[in-house]
């Protein structure tokens, strides 16, 4: 069977992760976003590694918490309700960073260690390119 971008996920999970990281910088811009402040904060969410100190599975649990777009969505939509600009800014940086993640190749985590993700095997943007992570091959064998 030939392979196309529309039957390999990972490479649609990149392209969505690219339009995510166009978008909010798009919308950034267009609100009169300050560009030093997003230059400033954009990797701010990869703090959250530092839960891999404490393990893998309170490491994977602070990744992800840091890293599925429910956090900058519900920050987006307090700034929409309340009219507030610097949550707005802050969600797009956010979204971006987020984006831009996925765009490499960067995925979710698993609780089995820092490479295991839902994007393939490792977290190397070329590594594991249209494989399981080890955790969903272990759930397909059973």
Known sequence: MTRTPLTAPTTLLRLEGGALLAGTLALYGARGGRWPLLAALVLAPDLSML?????PAVGAVCYNAAHTTLGPLALGAYALLTGRPIPTFLALIWGAHIGLDRALGYGL?????F???H???STAPHAGAGTFPRRARRESAV
Do not use: E, V
Request: aromatic letters at 12%; a positive charge.
């Open 51 to 55: 839960g891999y100190r404490a393990g």
């Open 109 to 113: 985590k698993y609780p089995d260690g």
């Open 119 to 121: 994007l393939g095997g």
């Open 115 to 117: 490479t295991a993700t």
